[in-house]
Nanobody
Framework: VQLQASGGGLVQPGGSLRLSCDAS????????IGWFRQAPGKEREAVAC????????YVPDFVKGRFAISRDKTKNTIYLQMDNLRPEDTAVYYC???????????????????WGQGTLVTVSS
């Protein structure tokens, strides 16, 4: 199982960014998938998760309305659309999956088994 994230970079407050994650070694029609982040000096936290068997998503309140997770089954790619970015969104973002988990809510409240290498998002003027 491999997860390769990309799309991070520097963006101004209020701007948008879309992260991509290419998955290999499994297909995006079985496990729960998600995006987590870790800011300097802080613990990792979930920002969006998706159940691939029913397309139900879970997004925590602190990013609700600004972040959205989606997938392209034909490309085996996971996306995180981030809008209205704030300086506190600065973090390393990781795409994740758990082959034994099917619930988006449960994935976002647990530690996934599979992690990509992370991509840095910096929100600053």
């Amino acid at each position: 199982v491999q997860l390769q994230a990309s799309g991070g970079g520097l963006v101004q407050p209020g701007g948008s960014l879309r992260l991509s994650c290419d998955a290999s070694g499994f297909t995006l029609n079985r496990p729960a998938i998600g995006w987590f982040r870790q800011a300097p000096g802080k613990e990792r936290e979930a920002v969006a998760c998706l159940s691939t068997n029913n397309d139900i998503t879970y997004v925590p309140d602190f990013v609700k309305g600004r972040f959205a997770i989606s997938r392209d089954k034909t490309k085996n790619t996971i996306y995180l659309q981030m809008d209205n970015l704030r300086p506190e969104d600065t973090a390393v973002y990781y795409c994740t999956a758990d082959l034994g988990q099917f619930s988006s809510y449960a994935l976002c409240h647990s530690r996934p088994t599979e992690w990509g290498q992370g991509t840095l998002v910096t929100v600053s003027s």
